[in-house]
């Protein structure tokens, strides 16, 4: 397979002179997803973790409902890149057919494809009570990504997605250079495990976007952490989902936007009130 990273020669300028040395950088191919044969994506990615992608992208899209539904998967290395082949049952292929579509676009694309503006903003699903959890847990939750991202530490090139479970830690942690492939890497880690995403919280290294706050309510996710800031379409995408939405996570803080509810200190809800 092809490796998810490699080391390059370059020259680096510094301190006013010329510097010889390699630096490791991420790897991204093209991975085409294919359902009984058919091809339905094309998608830019990096070469790790496929199986984890495919599942995880069938769940986000709809194409399955439970992993379990997905009843062989094979990667294949091919010339022009990988295919991610799966076989469904002839019911979900069938409805598959009917709203096939080409999704050929850039790295980590979230929305290349969708043909109507109301596919693409379709109303989220609504998560559950989900998880309480104090300001720390929070902060302990993005502290325990850095060095759970060994791809990201060698080429500081990768996004990162990751579960956190109050009690248990960091669970689990996928890497892509898109930030949805990321999520949808961890999605499907999740579901092979047989875990859900409501009893913790989602965290990752990138600003929020819509597409990942509507993977995040389609994986029951109830609060979703991320360390740069939201748009303002994700956060009424938040909002209606009643997803929890921290964003700007630093060492020292982190922001909070939706439902304040869950977060267990007693002025969040005052200070957002307030600042309203």
Known sequence: MIPSHQAVARAAWRRGRWEKGTRQIAEETAVALTYNRATHA??????????????GFSLAEGIVA????IEE???????????????????????????????????????????SLAQALRPPPRVGQGVHVAPAEIEAAVAALTPAQPLGRATRAV???????????????????G???????????????????????LVMTSRVSVELV???ARMGASVLVAVSAPTGLALRVAEQAGITL???AREDGFELFTHPER???????DAMHDAA
Do not use: S, Y
């Open 42 to 55: 094309v998608m830019m990615a990096t070469p790790a973790d496929l199986e984890d992608f495919a599942v």
């Open 66 to 69: 439970r992993a379990e539904e």
């Open 73 to 115: 998967i094979e990667i294949v290395a091919a010339d022009e890149g990988v295919e991610a082949r799966m076989w469904i049952a002839p019911a979900r292929a069938d409805a598959l057919g009917q709203r096939r579509r080409a999704m050929a676009g850039p790295t980590g694309c979230g929305l290349c494809g969708l043909d």
């Open 159 to 177: 996004h990162a997605a990751g579960f956190w479970r109050p009690g248990d830690g960091l669970v689990v942690l996928r890497e892509d250079v």
């Open 179 to 201: 930030r949805h492939n990321a999520l949808d890497k961890l999605a499907g880690a999740l579901a092979l495990a047989g875990e859900t995403a409501e009893a913790g919280l």
């Open 214 to 216: 509507q993977k995040a």
């Open 246 to 248: 921290a964003a700007v």
């Open 263 to 269: 977060i267990e200190a007693g002025t969040a809800k």
